[in-house]
């Protein structure tokens, strides 16, 4: 019984972050444009790239490590990782805001500075969920996920629906970075109070060799990313920010019921998993393995259903014929998320076993397959083609991981 309750704290906190991110899209649709819809989900997938490609792979190895680690020791390594993100981003984004200064319109400079803000914050909040669920925090992991990204959305919903002047995407950025500056002032207080600052000393002597066994997983990152957002930016080029806002609204529905799982049963359970093989248990190891499983397999059939019985209200509220054009798109959709959601469960498994290289290898030809999909089917079939370039993406890596996984549980 506790732990069922704790999992329906952990999806209740997700489902409502997930429901509050699904309003924001919804509110963008209906009262701003399709264009701004597009705009804002291209910033959304710019969060998720810029920890891929800024962070080296190294929640990796850093990850497996801090399973095991005494408190001072596992402080230590979280501070040594985080201090690697801080000095890439000094380094490396100022650059990148010079050169999209001189390409974009002298008018975007100011969106553009927040953004890059905005993205900075955002890949360390991010670098410290998964330290957080490392040592088994799941809870205070799930609490600031919340406030990063449900919390925030609800009251930009609530300001704007009253002050109309404040439905912009710079106002909305407004809103996303406070949220982020709250997460960190939380932080300070949690270090000043549980008095980790003297163990909060990064050892740079750690980096050289944590970076060497990231490698598989910096392939892995950009691969996962490339093959789940490419699209994002492939849709843009070939049927314009219109579109991509009719794309990012189906997946802000779908990717719902993948966040739900990921933050709320994935995720938590990998360190039990890992613990399971470090121990060398092959019965411990079975049974978390298939529970796991099932767990996953039970909440996606629970959540593409209701997510099907309440479509049809959706798009009634929305009232916008573009998206009822589309709805062969949406089942497209939903089916390879399915299939994602299962195989990241399958993918905890094979990450236990320290299987890196062929985690890498299956993102990087995922992200190929994902690519060249949409290239040939999007010119000729629109979204269509690259919904069904994302569903043969996710049926590859799903094969591929669970012919992987039964052999490593056999």
Same mark, same amino acid.
């Given at each position: 019984m506790k732990r069922l309750i704790g999992t329906l704290f952990l999806l209740g906190l997700r489902a409502g972050g997930l429901l509050s991110k699904f309003l924001l899209t919804l509110f963008i649709a209906r009262e701003m444009t399709l264009s701004e819809l597009g705009l804002y989900g291209l910033i959304a997938v710019g969060a998720t790239l810029v920890p891929a490609l800024f962070g080296l792979g190294l929640n990796g190895p850093v990850g497996r490590k801090l399973v095991d680690l005494p408190r001072d020791d596992a402080l230590r390594l979280a501070a040594t990782r985080s201090? =690697? +993100? =801080?000095?890439?981003?000094?380094?490396? +984004?100022?650059?990148?805001v010079l050169l999209l200064a001189f390409w974009l319109p002298a008018g975007q400079l100011p969106l553009l500075l927040l953004v890059a803000v905005t993205l900075f914050l955002e890949h360390i909040a991010s670098d410290l969920n998964a330290i957080l669920l490392s040592r088994f925090k799941a809870n205070t992991a799930a609490i600031f996920l919340f406030i990063r990204s449900g919390a925030w959305p609800l009251v930009f919903i609530a300001a704007a629906w009253f002050v109309p002047s404040l439905r912009s995407i710079p106002v909305l950025m407004g809103f996303w970075l406070a949220s982020l500056l709250l997460i960190g002032a939380l932080v300070m207080l949690m270090v000043l109070f549980k008095r980790y600052g003297p163990s909060l000393r990064p050892d740079f002597s750690q980096v050289r060799e944590l970076i060497k066994s990231s490698r598989h997983f910096y392939v892995a990152d950009i691969g996962n990313n490339g093959a789940l957002y490419l699209d994002r930016f492939l849709v843009t080029t070939f049927l314009g920010l219109e579109a991509t806002g009719v794309y990012t609204f189906f997946w802000a529905l779908t990717n719902a019921v993948n966040n739900v799982i990921l933050f709320g049963v994935t995720s938590p359970k990998a360190p039990s998993i890992i613990a399971a093989v470090n121990l060398g248990d092959k019965g411990a190891i079975l049974r978390a393995c298939k529970a796991m499983l099932k767990e996953i397999w039970l909440w996606c059939l629970g959540l593409s259903v209701a997510l099907i019985v309440v479509m049809p209200w959706l798009l009634e509220a929305l009232g916008n014929d573009k998206f009822d054009q589309h709805k062969g798109v949406f089942i497209?959709?939903?089916l390879a998320t399915l299939l994602r959601t299962v195989s990241e469960g399958t993918g905890n498994i094979?990450?236990?076993h320290h299987q890196d290289r062929k985690i890498a290898l299956i993102s990087l030809a995922a992200m190929v397959l994902s690519a060249v999909s949409i290239l040939a089917l999007a010119p000729f079939f629109e979204l269509n083609g690259v919904a069904l370039a994302m569903l043969l993406a996710a049926g590859f890596v799903y094969l591929w991981r669970q012919r992987i996984t039964k052999g490593l549980l056999a």
């Open positions: 201090s =690697v +993100t =801080v000095l890439l981003h000094l380094l490396i +984004t100022p650059l990148l497209i959709m939903l094979i990450y236990a």
